[in-house]
């Protein structure tokens, strides 16, 4: 089962990536992950997208076509993947196309942008172990402190007011014409996300068994 998670920043991709990928057995990867830990780690990927991701802007194409094709061709991928942030534009849809692996859905989790910055100026992060939390709509049990490994949360800094609008602007201006892109192979299905996590999940779940 090849899968595609669309939707703008802080629609709730990454958490239904990861329910996907543990209810069917399949690897998941997030690009924006990726990167990430790249630049974490000081390498020379994480050193060309960093100045990229602060200003909330796409890296160059080039970077995550790399990621994805060298994910694609690992052995855990023979039976199925879920892409969470890939693609993000039509050339990066367009050289997917050319790597000849075939596509069986495009879920695409709508939310709307007001709530979409209601959420990520609530969000919390743990830099130690990725967990993700929310002041208000799943605070962590200590304040300030991540709920997985008691590490301090930070705010990403990405998800800073001023480059979440750079980061929304980017995904309506480029990324949302992937729906119709999708939508005239047939592949795309439309979630409308839903403020509590399990409603959303609910709709995905049904989205999924109509495709076995
Ligand atoms: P995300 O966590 O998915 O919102 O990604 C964080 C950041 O990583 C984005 O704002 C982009 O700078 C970069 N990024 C992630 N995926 C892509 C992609 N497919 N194409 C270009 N840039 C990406």
Redesign the pocket.
Known sequence: MNIILLGA?GAGKGTQAERISANYNIPTI????T??AAVKNGTELGQR?KS??DA????P?EV?IGIIKEFLSSEKCKNGFILD?????IP?AEALDRTGVKIDMVLDIEVEDQKIIDRMSGRRVCPACGASHHIMYNPPKISGKCDKCGNDLVIRK?DAPETVKA?LDSYHGITEPLKDYYAAKGLLTVVEGQDKVEDTSALVDAAMSRLK
């Open positions: 920043p997030s690009t924006g992950e990167l990430r997208a990229y991701m909330g802007a796409l890296v194409d995550v942030g890939f693609p993000r534009s990066q990405d980061r």
